[in-house]
């Protein structure tokens, strides 16, 4: 099981293994899936290319966002508890650390105002 670090910030998303560490926009944008190319390019980083599938709909994540989407949005909210922007961002962290073993702990802080009482 893999120890992952993860921040969901409000401006950046960071997250490590404590070997690697990447940190990405917190900006999600539209995405289909006949705009996904297959690419063979060995430069093509994994951190300016997040795609993920997220109930049914696809999206970009962060400079891929930025450069492909028609539009983009992120959660400034204080709870993150508007729509699915926090899972979605989430989800695009971990799937950087996904190969094989798709089994995590993670430690990660609690979105300003949540607290151990709920408030």
């Known amino acids: 099981m893999k120890l ?3 921040d969901v910030g409000y401006g950046f998303i960071k997250v490590t293994d404590g070997t690697v560490g990447y940190s990405f926009p917190s900006v999600i944008g539209d995405a289909t899936i006949s705009d996904w190319t297959l690419s063979f390019k060995r430069d093509l980083s994994k951190i300016n290319n ?3 599938m997220y109930e049914n709909k ?3 994540i962060g400079d891929s966002a930025i450069r ?4 983009l949005y992120r959660d400034l909210s204080l709870s993150r508890s508007f729509g699915h922007d926090f899972e979605i961002l989430f989800l695009a962290a971990l799937s950087l650390f996904s190969n094989v073993e798709n089994q995590f702990m993670i430690v ?3 979105p300003p105002r949540k607290d151990a009482h709920g408030g």
């Open 108 to 110: 990660t802080g609690l």
């Open 4 to 6: 992952i670090g993860l």
């Open 68 to 71: 492909h989407s028609n539009y």
């Open 58 to 60: 696809a999206y970009h």
């Open 50 to 52: 997040i795609r993920i």
